[in-house]
């Protein structure tokens, strides 16, 4: 069983950047593909982003392609989101979340083990 801490959510203002880091620990984590989703006040969790076991591999949703980017590290078994450009309809709970395989799934139901999210706002 893995578990899933998030970190480096805050305040920032449009056009501002933040780092968000989500570190695992209770299992390996290099056999899980990771996946950053984020929910809004009164909507769905949606898929943000997510990368493969070995970091090859990576997936955007539209909304954020040329302004996020994921990365990880599995000696430090952590994987990050990098969000520059920020907008304030990217305010949101962000989660991270865990699956064994080799498939990086876009929708949550796909996903085991989660975060307790961190607090993205954006605004001036």
């Known amino acids: 069983q893995v578990q899933l801490v998030e970190s480096g959510g805050g305040l920032v203002q449009p056009g501002g950047s933040l780092r968000l880091s989500c570190v695992a620990s209770?299992?390996?984590?290099?056999?899980?593909?990771m996946g950053w989703f984020r929910q809004a006040p009164g909507k769905e969790r949606e898929f943000v982003s997510g990368i493969s076991r070995s970091g090859g591999s990576t997936d955007y949703a539209d909304s954020v392609k040329g302004r996020f980017t994921i990365s990880r590290d599995n000696a430090k078994n952590t994987v990050y989101l990098q969000m520059n450009s920020l907008k304030p309809e990217d305010t949101a709970v962000y989660y991270c979340a865990a699956k064994a395989g080799v498939v990086v799934p876009t929708t949550p139901d796909r996903y085991m083990h989660w975060g307790q999210g961190t607090q993205v706002t954006v605004s001036s």
């Open positions: 209770g299992s390996i984590f290099s056999i899980y593909a």
